[in-house]
């Protein structure tokens, strides 16, 4: 299909009912429905099931529980340095670089801004002026939960209702601002190297986003919601680089966000290239 007419399309597709019904099929577990759906979805994809932990796609309960499925232990290796930041998820990178004047690149002839994509919050956005950022695409194919790519102290979680447009590249070519668009929840932990943002970005047909710390993030209102873990929380939410942060059922983008002269990203790394989870994507300079 023509880029344009998919993007056009989108603007016309009631997205969030779309969704709201591809979540109730994912969460179907009659036998012969969730077993056609996942061993089509495994066949069309080309999904390798010999690293995941349950390789027998009837054992899953549901096709969210294939989809968000654990790999076998020593599937992904996370990267000896721990002065490398390790990559938090499988997928392709989109866009990665420095943001400049507030702005972060999407695609050819796009970009959006920093404090909209943080949900207007100046504040929380001049923490990343002048810093870097990396766009992760995940594919359907790919494993999909996210971790951490640096040991980090949870200050505050923020959902960010939006638009459901798709995050591939023929989107991000077509539709302006689509990652500042987009429903979102951004996580800002606290790290060594200062400030680090996790943005889980929602798409066509993604049912729901998750974290290790507050399960699924569906607040009964569509407005912009703010907990500040580290006002709230009893004892301090720790995770280590490498640990799971969260998970997306169906597949959708993660941005991470780094302060000025925090991180630089590996000459080898660049738009277009393939990751998998825990390997190097940047070095980390001395701790601030």
Same mark, same amino acid.
């Given at each position: ?7 056009? #399309? ?106 909209? +994509? +943080? ?7 001049? $923490? ?44 991000? $070519?077509?539709?302006?601002? #689509?990652? *500042? ?51 709230? *929380?009893?004892?301090?939410?720790? +995770? ?49």
């Amino acid at each position: 299909m023509n880029p344009k007419l998919f993007a056009t #399309l989108q603007h016309l597709t009631p997205q969030h009912t779309l969704s709201r019904i591809a979540g109730y099929v994912a969460e179907c577990r009659w036998g012969w429905l969730k077993n056609t759906f996942i061993k089509t979805f495994i066949s069309h994809y080309q999904v390798d099931m010999s690293q995941a932990l349950e390789e027998n796609p009837e054992a899953y309960q549901h096709f969210n529980d294939f989809f968000t499925r654990e790999l076998k232990p020593g599937a992904r290796t996370i990267a000896e340095d721990p002065l490398q930041l390790a990559c938090p998820a499988d997928g392709a990178i989109s866009q990665l670089g420095d943001i400049e004047y507030g702005r972060i690149f999407q695609a050819k002839g796009h970009d959006y801004s920093l404090t909209e +994509l +943080l949900g207007g919050d100046t504040q929380q956005s001049d $923490e990343f002026i002048n810093g870097s950022f990396a766009t992760i695409y995940l594919s359907p194919k790919d494993y999909h939960r996210v971790h951490m790519p640096i040991d980090g102290r949870l200050r505050s979680m923020t959902y960010i209702p939006g638009q459901l447009f798709s995050v591939n590249q023929a989107t991000a $070519e077509n539709i302006p601002s #689509l990652f *500042a668009r987009n429903e979102r929840v951004v996580a800002i932990f606290d790290t060594a190297q200062g400030p680090m943002a996790m943005i889980l970005v929602g798409a066509m047909i993604v049912a729901s986003i998750e974290t290790v710390w507050a399960g699924l993030v569906a607040p009964i209102k569509r407005k912009v919601k703010r907990i500040n873990y580290d006002e709230q *929380a009893r004892q301090p939410i720790e +995770l280590k680089r490498g640990e799971e942060m969260g998970r997306f059922k169906l597949g959708s983008t993660v941005i991470l966000l780094h302060p000025k002269d925090s991180i630089h990203w590996l000459d080898s790394m660049r738009a277009g290239n393939s990751v998998r989870m825990g390997e190097a994507i940047a070095s980390c300079t001395d701790s601030q």
